[in-house]
């Protein structure tokens, strides 16, 4: 079965950065719109950021505007997720997925990302 693979995450302290990777072995992500979504503990999962297929322009939550910025390398077929001023708030599973119409067709496992003091 075709998956996505997130890596990246981390513990970081207030202020701090990661950057996630989202990648595929057996897809290309190229042409294919790319999302990352998130779900904290408890709580329902929440879309952070899109990059759409065809001019890879980009959508934020309002809650990582000018804090985050989704980029996507062709050459490694790579979709990234540069987070920066994390704040606690943002502690949570980071997913991707990836979707050839209108619905994600493909999600990763997720990676663990935390912010503490």
């Known amino acids: 079965q075709l998956h996505l693979v997130e890596s990246g995450g981390g513990f970081v302290q207030p202020g701090e950065s990661l950057r996630l990777s989202c990648t595929a072995s057996?897809?290309?992500?190229?042409?294919?719109?790319i999302g990352w979504f998130r779900q904290a503990l408890g709580k329902e999962r929440e879309g952070v950021s899109c990059?759409?297929?065809?001019?890879?322009?980009?959508n934020y939550a309002d809650s990582v505007k000018g804090r985050f910025t989704i980029s996507r390398d062709s050459a490694k077929n790579t979709v990234y997720l540069q987070m920066n001023s994390l704040k606690p708030e943002d502690t949570a599973v980071y997913y991707c997925?990836?979707?050839?119409?209108?619905?994600?067709?493909?999600w990763g496992q997720g990676t663990q990302v935390t912010v503490s003091s």
């Open positions: 057996e897809l290309n992500l190229n042409g294919l719109a």
């Open positions: 997925a990836a979707a050839r119409g209108s619905l994600y067709d493909y």
């Open positions: 990059i759409a297929s065809y001019d890879d322009s980009t």
